[in-house]
């Protein structure tokens, strides 16, 4: 018990961490894509363009301590900022505690480091979807490689069966082809074309087909939630569903054994 919760802990601070180190990122290529040049090696504030101190940098308390501002100028730094190292930190602490030990099987703990590594690949698409509406496409590549090494691996580890195969490819055609026809249906009015592929991704891993339907619920709900009072303020009919979709897949994997545990 005690290991299990150091452990959940040491993977919160290391969750903030890489949700810092993807913020950063997703603004470096923000950047360079849109030609507004480099923004140097060390961290920058993006309003001033002072550089700033080791104990600036620090995930969310760096943050609680300048109250959201910029210690020089005192622009407010983005909410994206905060959001992105609390919710990484949120996920990695969870899935941890949810999905710990993973098993006897050497296996199961080098499936779990991938998933670990495409929830740390599918935060910065969800950064960069949430923020500027793309989803950068090396990056969803290197994602459905990931996803497509997880469900090999489930396949060796439990041994290859139709229904499992049935199962991966299910929850897969489920998220991505909803996605697809929204896609198809709104000539890309609603959803963007690399939502089918993100649905896609995050159906493969699932492992088990219905956990895509609560996926797609859960995400929309959240989507709605959050997104409704922006949408009607600004009137825009595009709703950036990549990050509700992260959201929505990574409590489903949480809770996926509870889940499952419904029907089953
Ligand atoms: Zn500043």
């Known amino acids: 018990m005690g290991m299990k919760v150091a452990l959940s ?3 919160f601070a290391l969750g903030a961490v890489m949700g810092s180190f993807l913020a950063c990122q997703a603004w470096r290529l923000h950047y360079k894509d849109t030609g507004k040049g480099s923004l140097g090696k060390r961290s920058v504030c993006l309003s001033c363009k002072k550089q700033l101190k080791w104990f600036d940098n620090i995930p969310i308390i760096s943050w609680l301590m300048l109250r959201g501002r910029c210690r020089y100028c005192k622009k407010k730094i983005g909410l994206m900022e905060i959001l992105s190292e609390f919710l990484m930190g949120l996920a990695f602490f969870g899935l941890t505690w949810m999905l710990y030990p993973a ?3 050497v296996l199961g703990y080098v499936i779990l480091g991938l998933v670990f590594l495409l929830v740390f690949v599918l935060g910065f698409l969800a950064i960069y979807d949430g923020k500027w509406g793309e989803l950068p496409s090396f990056a969803l590549i ?3 490689m990931l996803a497509v090494a997880i ?3 489930k396949i060796w580890l439990v041994g290859f069966s139709w229904p499992l195969i049935g199962d991966l490819l299910g929850g897969a055609a489920i998220l991505g082809g909803t ?3 929204l896609y198809l249906v709104s000539h890309s009015e609603w ?3 690399g939502d089918w592929i993100l649905g896609v991704i995050i159906g493969l891993v699932l492992g088990r087909a219905w956990l895509a339907l609560i996926v797609l619920c859960l995400s929309n709900c959240l989507g709605l939630v959050v997104m409704y009072p922006a949408a009607r303020k600004k ?3 595009k709703i950036y569903f990549g990050p509700f979709l992260v959201v929505a897949f990574v409590i489903t994997l949480m809770f996926a054994e509870f889940f499952n ?3 089953f």
Do not use: E, N, S
């Open 9 to 11: 802990l040491i993977m």
């Open 103 to 105: 098993g006897t099987a």
């Open 142 to 144: 290197i994602a459905l």
């Open 151 to 153: 469900c090999g691996l």
């Open 179 to 181: 996605y697809l026809v």
């Open 191 to 193: 959803v963007g074309d």
């Open 235 to 237: 009137k825009q009919k």
């Open 261 to 263: 545990g419904l029907i």
